[in-house]
Protein backbone atom coordinates (compact mmCIF):
# COMPACT_ATOMS: atom_id res chain seq x y z
CA UNK A 1 0.00 0.00 0.00
CA UNK A 2 1.46 3.12 -0.94
CA UNK A 3 0.98 6.50 0.67
CA UNK A 4 -2.35 8.37 -0.97
CA UNK A 5 -1.46 11.84 -0.52
CA UNK A 6 0.07 13.55 -3.82
CA UNK A 7 0.65 17.03 -4.90
CA UNK A 8 -2.71 18.32 -6.83
CA UNK A 9 -2.25 19.05 -10.62
CA UNK A 10 -2.32 23.04 -10.55
CA UNK A 11 -1.74 24.18 -7.04
CA UNK A 12 1.84 24.44 -7.02
CA UNK A 13 3.76 26.34 -3.81
CA UNK A 14 4.07 30.36 -4.72
CA UNK A 15 7.34 31.50 -5.50
CA UNK A 16 7.24 33.73 -2.31
CA UNK A 17 6.95 30.07 -0.27
CA UNK A 18 10.61 29.77 -1.18
CA UNK A 19 10.92 26.00 -1.24
CA UNK A 20 9.26 25.69 2.62
CA UNK A 21 8.80 22.00 2.55
CA UNK A 22 5.56 21.03 4.91
CA UNK A 23 5.10 17.51 5.21
CA UNK A 24 1.52 15.95 5.80
CA UNK A 25 1.68 11.75 7.38
CA UNK A 26 -1.07 9.76 6.48
CA UNK A 27 -1.89 6.56 8.92
CA UNK A 28 -4.78 4.25 8.27
CA UNK A 29 -8.02 6.02 9.15
CA UNK A 30 -6.51 9.62 8.05
CA UNK A 31 -9.62 11.39 6.59
CA UNK A 32 -7.75 14.91 6.09
CA UNK A 33 -4.87 14.65 5.06
CA UNK A 34 -5.89 16.23 1.22
CA UNK A 35 -7.53 18.91 2.97
CA UNK A 36 -3.77 19.61 5.25
CA UNK A 37 -2.19 19.04 2.16
CA UNK A 38 -4.10 21.91 0.12
CA UNK A 39 -4.18 24.19 3.15
CA UNK A 40 -0.34 24.45 2.93
CA UNK A 41 -0.28 25.04 -0.77
CA UNK A 42 -2.62 27.60 -0.49
CA UNK A 43 -0.76 28.82 1.85
CA UNK A 44 2.17 29.26 -0.30
CA UNK A 45 4.37 25.98 1.26
CA UNK A 46 5.05 22.40 -0.54
CA UNK A 47 3.06 19.97 1.05
CA UNK A 48 5.32 16.81 0.87
CA UNK A 49 3.19 12.86 1.68
CA UNK A 50 4.79 11.52 4.28
CA UNK A 51 3.50 7.59 5.05
CA UNK A 52 3.25 6.27 8.82
CA UNK A 53 5.57 3.16 8.11
CA UNK A 54 8.40 5.89 7.10
CA UNK A 55 11.63 6.18 8.60
CA UNK A 56 12.50 9.29 7.65
CA UNK A 57 10.93 12.94 6.82
CA UNK A 58 12.43 13.44 3.61
CA UNK A 59 13.99 16.58 4.67
CA UNK A 60 10.39 18.79 5.59
CA UNK A 61 10.96 21.58 7.15
CA UNK A 62 7.44 21.68 9.40
CA UNK A 63 5.13 18.66 9.74
CA UNK A 64 1.02 18.39 9.87
CA UNK A 65 -0.63 15.72 11.59
CA UNK A 66 -3.84 15.88 10.23
CA UNK A 67 -7.48 14.66 11.61
CA UNK A 68 -9.14 11.50 10.85
CA UNK A 69 -9.74 8.10 12.58
CA UNK A 70 -6.03 6.55 12.85
CA UNK A 71 -6.14 2.82 13.26
CA UNK A 72 -10.07 3.35 13.61
CA UNK A 73 -9.26 4.80 16.81
CA UNK A 74 -9.17 1.14 18.46
CA UNK A 75 -7.87 0.84 21.42
CA UNK A 76 -7.82 5.01 22.31
CA UNK A 77 -7.36 8.06 19.76
CA UNK A 78 -4.51 8.42 18.37
CA UNK A 79 -2.77 5.42 21.35
CA UNK A 80 -1.66 3.06 17.93
CA UNK A 81 -0.94 5.91 15.35
CA UNK A 82 2.36 6.99 18.44
CA UNK A 83 3.98 4.26 17.76
CA UNK A 84 4.14 4.04 14.15
CA UNK A 85 7.82 4.77 12.81
CA UNK A 86 7.40 7.88 11.41
CA UNK A 87 6.34 9.37 15.35
CA UNK A 88 9.92 8.39 16.30
CA UNK A 89 11.42 10.68 13.91
CA UNK A 90 8.71 13.52 14.41
CA UNK A 91 8.99 13.78 18.23
CA UNK A 92 13.09 13.95 17.91
CA UNK A 93 12.29 16.78 15.20
CA UNK A 94 9.92 18.21 17.47
CA UNK A 95 12.35 18.20 20.30
CA UNK A 96 15.21 19.59 17.76
CA UNK A 97 12.50 22.31 17.15
CA UNK A 98 10.76 21.48 13.73
CA UNK A 99 7.18 22.99 13.84
CA UNK A 100 4.86 20.13 14.46
CA UNK A 101 0.77 21.18 14.20
CA UNK A 102 -1.61 18.23 15.19
CA UNK A 103 -5.67 18.81 14.22
CA UNK A 104 -7.83 16.59 16.06
CA UNK A 105 -6.88 13.17 15.76
CA UNK A 106 -3.50 14.33 15.09
CA UNK A 107 -3.94 16.61 18.67
CA UNK A 108 -4.59 13.15 20.22
CA UNK A 109 -1.68 11.58 19.02
CA UNK A 110 0.87 14.42 20.42
CA UNK A 111 -0.94 13.53 23.60
CA UNK A 112 -0.03 10.20 23.57
CA UNK A 113 3.69 11.04 22.84
CA UNK A 114 3.67 12.96 25.13
CA UNK A 115 4.59 15.92 23.12
CA UNK A 116 1.41 17.97 24.69
CA UNK A 117 0.53 17.34 28.08
CA UNK A 118 -2.96 16.03 29.03
CA UNK A 119 -4.84 13.60 26.85
CA UNK A 120 -8.52 13.97 24.75
CA UNK A 121 -11.64 11.19 26.54
CA UNK A 122 -14.82 11.34 24.70
CA UNK A 123 -17.07 14.38 24.42
CA UNK A 124 -18.93 14.89 27.80
CA UNK A 125 -22.20 14.51 25.77
CA UNK A 126 -20.94 11.21 24.05
CA UNK A 127 -22.22 12.27 20.80
CA UNK A 128 -20.21 13.43 17.31
CA UNK A 129 -20.55 16.97 17.26
CA UNK A 130 -19.96 18.65 14.14
CA UNK A 131 -20.18 22.51 14.01
CA UNK A 132 -18.64 26.07 12.64
CA UNK A 133 -16.40 26.67 16.18
CA UNK A 134 -15.58 30.54 17.39
CA UNK A 135 -12.69 30.49 19.19
CA UNK A 136 -10.19 33.13 20.92
CA UNK A 137 -6.47 33.15 20.07
CA UNK A 138 -4.69 32.97 23.44
CA UNK A 139 -1.38 32.59 22.02
CA UNK A 140 -0.20 34.18 19.56
CA UNK A 141 3.74 33.72 19.96
CA UNK A 142 4.11 29.72 18.49
CA UNK A 143 5.34 28.77 15.47
CA UNK A 144 1.39 28.21 13.67
CA UNK A 145 0.07 30.90 15.39
CA UNK A 146 2.01 34.68 15.33
CA UNK A 147 0.29 35.81 11.95
CA UNK A 148 -3.14 35.89 14.54
CA UNK A 149 -3.29 38.89 17.06
CA UNK A 150 -3.64 37.58 21.02
CA UNK A 151 -7.28 37.93 22.13
CA UNK A 152 -8.41 37.41 17.94
CA UNK A 153 -11.47 35.41 17.81
CA UNK A 154 -11.06 33.26 15.01
CA UNK A 155 -14.05 30.58 13.31
CA UNK A 156 -13.22 27.23 11.96
CA UNK A 157 -14.91 24.14 11.86
CA UNK A 158 -14.95 21.57 14.73
CA UNK A 159 -15.49 18.00 14.26
CA UNK A 160 -15.30 14.87 16.66
CA UNK A 161 -16.58 12.53 19.14
CA UNK A 162 -13.43 12.52 21.58
CA UNK A 163 -12.73 15.78 22.19
CA UNK A 164 -13.09 16.60 25.55
CA UNK A 165 -9.26 17.73 26.77
CA UNK A 166 -8.60 16.93 30.18
CA UNK A 167 -5.47 17.54 32.56
CA UNK A 168 -5.21 17.35 36.16
CA UNK A 169 -5.31 20.74 38.23
CA UNK A 170 -1.78 21.16 38.38
CA UNK A 171 -1.06 20.94 35.02
CA UNK A 172 -4.02 22.90 33.80
CA UNK A 173 -2.74 25.19 36.06
CA UNK A 174 0.73 25.27 34.76
CA UNK A 175 -0.96 25.79 31.04
CA UNK A 176 -2.80 28.91 32.35
CA UNK A 177 0.61 30.33 34.41
CA UNK A 178 2.53 29.86 31.36
CA UNK A 179 0.79 30.82 28.64
CA UNK A 180 0.69 27.77 26.91
CA UNK A 181 -3.17 27.87 26.12
CA UNK A 182 -3.17 28.51 22.66
CA UNK A 183 -6.79 28.44 21.84
CA UNK A 184 -9.97 28.45 23.79
CA UNK A 185 -13.63 28.39 22.94
CA UNK A 186 -15.80 31.20 22.80
CA UNK A 187 -19.36 31.16 22.91
CA UNK A 188 -20.13 27.18 23.78
CA UNK A 189 -17.98 24.90 25.05
CA UNK A 190 -18.66 22.00 22.33
CA UNK A 191 -17.31 18.25 24.71
CA UNK A 192 -16.63 19.81 28.04
CA UNK A 193 -13.06 20.38 27.67
CA UNK A 194 -11.83 21.73 31.20
CA UNK A 195 -11.16 25.20 31.56
CA UNK A 196 -12.84 25.96 27.41
CA UNK A 197 -9.19 24.62 26.50
CA UNK A 198 -9.33 24.51 22.37
CA UNK A 199 -6.03 23.78 21.47
CA UNK A 200 -2.25 24.15 24.04
CA UNK A 201 1.11 24.62 22.67
CA UNK A 202 4.80 23.30 24.27
CA UNK A 203 6.97 25.43 26.35
CA UNK A 204 8.86 26.61 22.85
CA UNK A 205 6.16 26.92 20.95
CA UNK A 206 7.07 24.71 17.68
CA UNK A 207 4.23 22.13 19.04
CA UNK A 208 0.71 23.26 18.85
CA UNK A 209 -2.63 20.74 18.71
CA UNK A 210 -5.95 21.83 18.72
CA UNK A 211 -9.51 19.68 17.69
CA UNK A 212 -11.04 22.23 15.50
CA UNK A 213 -9.89 22.02 11.82
CA UNK A 214 -8.46 24.92 10.52
CA UNK A 215 -7.72 23.42 7.07
CA UNK A 216 -11.09 23.11 6.28
CA UNK A 217 -11.48 27.35 6.09
CA UNK A 218 -8.57 28.41 4.16
CA UNK A 219 -10.47 29.26 0.89
CA UNK A 220 -13.62 31.24 0.25
CA UNK A 221 -16.42 28.99 -0.71
CA UNK A 222 -15.61 26.11 1.56
CA UNK A 223 -14.99 27.78 4.47
CA UNK A 224 -17.62 28.72 8.00
CA UNK A 225 -19.65 31.45 7.48
CA UNK A 226 -18.06 34.97 7.82
CA UNK A 227 -18.96 38.68 7.30
CA UNK A 228 -18.00 38.64 3.96
CA UNK A 229 -20.78 36.20 2.93
CA UNK A 230 -22.35 32.34 3.87
CA UNK A 231 -18.99 29.83 3.64
CA UNK A 232 -16.35 32.37 3.17
CA UNK A 233 -14.48 32.28 6.31
CA UNK A 234 -10.95 31.62 5.64
CA UNK A 235 -9.13 32.27 9.43
CA UNK A 236 -7.49 28.79 9.06
CA UNK A 237 -5.07 29.83 6.51
CA UNK A 238 -2.95 31.65 8.99
CA UNK A 239 -2.00 28.53 10.89
CA UNK A 240 0.12 27.66 7.35
CA UNK A 241 0.80 31.09 6.37
CA UNK A 242 2.36 30.98 10.54
CA UNK A 243 4.03 28.26 9.47
CA UNK A 244 5.78 28.75 6.48
CA UNK A 245 6.96 32.25 7.56
CA UNK A 246 8.21 30.69 10.82
CA UNK A 247 10.09 28.18 8.76
CA UNK A 248 11.93 30.87 6.20
CA UNK A 249 12.77 32.93 9.06
CA UNK A 250 14.67 29.94 10.30
CA UNK A 251 16.41 29.16 6.99
Known amino acids: ?16 ANGARIGVVTFPGTLDDRDAARAVRRAGGVAVPLWHADHDLKGVD ?8 SYGDYLRAGAIARFAPVMSEIVDAANRGMPVLGICN ?12 GSMV ?29 G ?4 VPLKNQDGQYVADEATLDRLE ?6 FRYVGVNPNGSRRDIAGITNERGNVVGLMPHPEHAIEPGFGPDAA ?4 QGTDGLTFFTSAIASVLARA
Not at 152 to 155: A, D, G, L, N, S
Not at 177 to 182: D, P
Open 1 to 16: MTAPVAEAAGTAATPD
Open 62 to 69: AVVLPGGF
Open 106 to 117: GFQMLTEAHLLP
Open 122 to 150: KNDHLHFICRDQKLRVENADTAWTHEYRR
Open 152 to 155: QEIV
Open 177 to 182: GEGLVA
Open 228 to 231: AGPR
